[in-house]
């Protein structure tokens, strides 16, 4: 299996990269934000336990994200591998992941960090926010706090998996086929 954790704030292209990387390399795509937006979309009590936190831009508790990621992964295990967007946000879900891989007999390959700046990412989740209907890409003050959820409870994700080699860095500025280009020679290196 090739097991891709695909890194960055949010805004940083992650959505979009991985419907490309899923196309090329014929990976599942798991997304624990789109999840939860759907359990929302839904009112399911995973939905009702989730949504103040996305709300105000916090993680949802590491024990419901790992759960949910679990039920997913163990539905696919005859799949190819898997990317995952989002996921993990903390040190914890990172053990929990590699816990859960080792289980079946499987490991994180690569975790890629797009890279982009806070001025910039602010103004995507914006333009984003006018389409997407998502409350927390609406509201300037939750969009900054996400950013520093991010700095401050998911950035040590990257060093976890750098002491083990895994961790590499792309420019997340430019066309989406030029991002794209610089995550294909990555993953065609491992
Ligand atoms: O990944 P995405 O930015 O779509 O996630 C949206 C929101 O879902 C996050 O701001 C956070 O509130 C919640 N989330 C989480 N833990 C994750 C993924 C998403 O709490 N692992
Ligand atoms: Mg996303």
Known sequence: MINLVLFGPPGSGKGTQASKLVEKYHLIHISTGD????EMG????LGQQAKSY???GEL???????????????????AKGFIFDGFP?????AQALDALLTGIGTSVSALIALQVDDEEI???????????GRPDDSDENVIRNRIEVY????TPVFDYYAQTG?????????????IFGRLADIMDSL
């Open 35 to 38: 999840l939860f937006r759907y």
């Open 42 to 45: 839904n009112d399911t009590p």
């Open 54 to 56: 996305i709300a105000k």
């Open 60 to 78: 949802v508790p590491d024990e419901v994200t790992i759960g949910m990621l679990r039920n997913k992964v163990e539905a696919h295990q005859d």
């Open 89 to 93: 946000r903390t040190i914890r879900q």
């Open 122 to 132: 602010v103004q995507r989740i914006k333009l984003r926010g006018a389409s997407s």
């Open 151 to 154: 700095k401050n409870e998911t």
């Open 166 to 178: 895994k961790s590499h860095s792309v420019n997340g500025i430019g066309s989406i086929a030029e």
